[in-house]
Nanobody
Framework: QVQLVESGGGLVQPGGSLRLSCAVSKIIISIYRMAWYRQAPGKQRELVAAITNGGSTNYADSVKGRFTISRDNAKNTVYLQMNSLKSEDTAVYYC????????WGQGTQVTVSS
Protein backbone atom coordinates (compact mmCIF):
# COMPACT_ATOMS: atom_id res chain seq x y z
CA GLN A 1 0.00 0.00 0.00
CA VAL A 2 1.02 3.62 -0.49
CA GLN A 3 3.20 4.95 2.30
CA LEU A 4 4.51 8.42 3.07
CA VAL A 5 7.34 8.52 5.57
CA GLU A 6 8.48 11.87 6.94
CA SER A 7 11.87 12.32 8.57
CA GLY A 8 14.27 15.06 9.57
CA GLY A 9 12.40 16.60 12.48
CA GLY A 10 13.96 17.33 15.83
CA LEU A 11 14.85 19.97 18.38
CA VAL A 12 16.50 23.12 17.08
CA GLN A 13 17.26 26.52 18.53
CA PRO A 14 15.53 29.65 17.22
CA GLY A 15 17.27 30.82 14.08
CA GLY A 16 18.35 27.31 13.20
CA SER A 17 17.55 25.14 10.22
CA LEU A 18 16.10 21.72 9.50
CA ARG A 19 15.41 19.79 6.33
CA LEU A 20 12.41 17.52 6.29
CA SER A 21 12.02 14.65 3.84
CA CYS A 22 8.92 12.78 2.74
CA ALA A 23 9.67 9.50 1.01
CA VAL A 24 6.76 7.94 -0.85
CA SER A 25 6.48 4.28 -1.77
CA LYS A 26 4.14 2.18 -3.93
CA ILE A 27 3.13 5.08 -6.16
CA ILE A 28 4.95 7.45 -8.51
CA ILE A 29 4.60 11.00 -7.23
CA SER A 30 5.72 12.85 -10.35
CA ILE A 31 2.18 13.62 -11.52
CA TYR A 32 0.94 14.84 -8.16
CA ARG A 33 0.84 18.08 -6.30
CA MET A 34 2.65 17.45 -3.04
CA ALA A 35 2.22 19.44 0.13
CA TRP A 36 3.52 19.92 3.65
CA TYR A 37 1.12 20.67 6.50
CA ARG A 38 1.72 21.25 10.17
CA GLN A 39 -0.30 21.04 13.34
CA ALA A 40 0.67 22.75 16.54
CA PRO A 41 -0.83 21.72 19.90
CA GLY A 42 -4.37 23.00 20.24
CA LYS A 43 -4.46 24.32 16.68
CA GLN A 44 -5.89 23.17 13.38
CA ARG A 45 -3.71 21.56 10.78
CA GLU A 46 -2.56 24.16 8.28
CA LEU A 47 -0.95 24.19 4.87
CA VAL A 48 2.71 25.19 4.99
CA ALA A 49 3.86 24.74 1.39
CA ALA A 50 2.90 22.96 -1.80
CA ILE A 51 4.56 22.10 -5.09
CA THR A 52 2.80 21.11 -8.30
CA ASN A 53 3.94 18.44 -10.70
CA GLY A 54 5.31 21.28 -12.84
CA GLY A 55 7.34 22.71 -9.99
CA SER A 56 5.20 25.72 -9.11
CA THR A 57 5.21 26.45 -5.41
CA ASN A 58 3.10 28.30 -2.89
CA TYR A 59 3.66 29.04 0.77
CA ALA A 60 1.81 30.13 3.85
CA ASP A 61 2.48 33.79 4.54
CA SER A 62 4.06 32.87 7.87
CA VAL A 63 6.87 30.89 6.22
CA LYS A 64 7.50 32.82 3.01
CA GLY A 65 11.16 33.64 2.58
CA ARG A 66 12.20 31.11 5.22
CA PHE A 67 10.96 27.74 3.95
CA THR A 68 11.54 26.09 0.58
CA ILE A 69 9.67 23.10 -0.77
CA SER A 70 11.27 20.95 -3.45
CA ARG A 71 10.88 17.55 -5.01
CA ASP A 72 13.09 14.86 -6.46
CA ASN A 73 10.87 12.70 -8.63
CA ALA A 74 13.69 10.25 -9.29
CA LYS A 75 13.83 9.55 -5.57
CA ASN A 76 10.05 9.83 -5.13
CA THR A 77 10.74 12.29 -2.33
CA VAL A 78 9.61 15.75 -1.33
CA TYR A 79 11.63 18.08 0.88
CA LEU A 80 11.01 21.07 3.10
CA GLN A 81 14.04 23.21 3.87
CA MET A 82 13.29 25.32 6.92
CA ASN A 83 15.57 28.22 7.80
CA SER A 84 15.41 30.97 10.40
CA LEU A 85 13.15 28.82 12.52
CA LYS A 86 10.98 30.44 15.15
CA SER A 87 9.29 29.07 18.24
CA GLU A 88 5.95 29.40 16.47
CA ASP A 89 7.13 26.87 13.87
CA THR A 90 6.94 24.18 16.53
CA ALA A 91 4.49 21.56 15.30
CA VAL A 92 4.13 18.11 13.86
CA TYR A 93 4.81 18.32 10.12
CA TYR A 94 2.95 16.11 7.69
CA CYS A 95 3.33 15.29 4.02
CA UNK A 96 0.22 14.89 1.87
CA UNK A 97 -0.99 14.23 -1.65
CA UNK A 98 -4.36 13.42 -3.12
CA UNK A 99 -5.23 10.77 -5.69
CA UNK A 100 -8.63 9.11 -5.43
CA UNK A 101 -8.20 9.75 -1.72
CA UNK A 102 -6.00 11.75 0.63
CA UNK A 103 -2.68 10.25 1.61
CA TRP A 104 -0.89 11.45 4.74
CA GLY A 105 2.31 10.51 6.42
CA GLN A 106 2.64 9.82 10.13
CA GLY A 107 4.26 13.18 10.80
CA THR A 108 7.58 14.34 12.19
CA GLN A 109 7.93 16.55 15.25
CA VAL A 110 9.72 19.88 14.92
CA THR A 111 10.47 21.72 18.15
CA VAL A 112 12.06 25.15 18.09
CA SER A 113 13.27 26.11 21.53
CA SER A 114 16.30 27.48 23.31
Amino acid sequence: QVQLVESGGGLVQPGGSLRLSCAVSKIIISIYRMAWYRQAPGKQRELVAAITNGGSTNYADSVKGRFTISRDNAKNTVYLQMNSLKSEDTAVYYCRFTDSRDYWGQGTQVTVSS
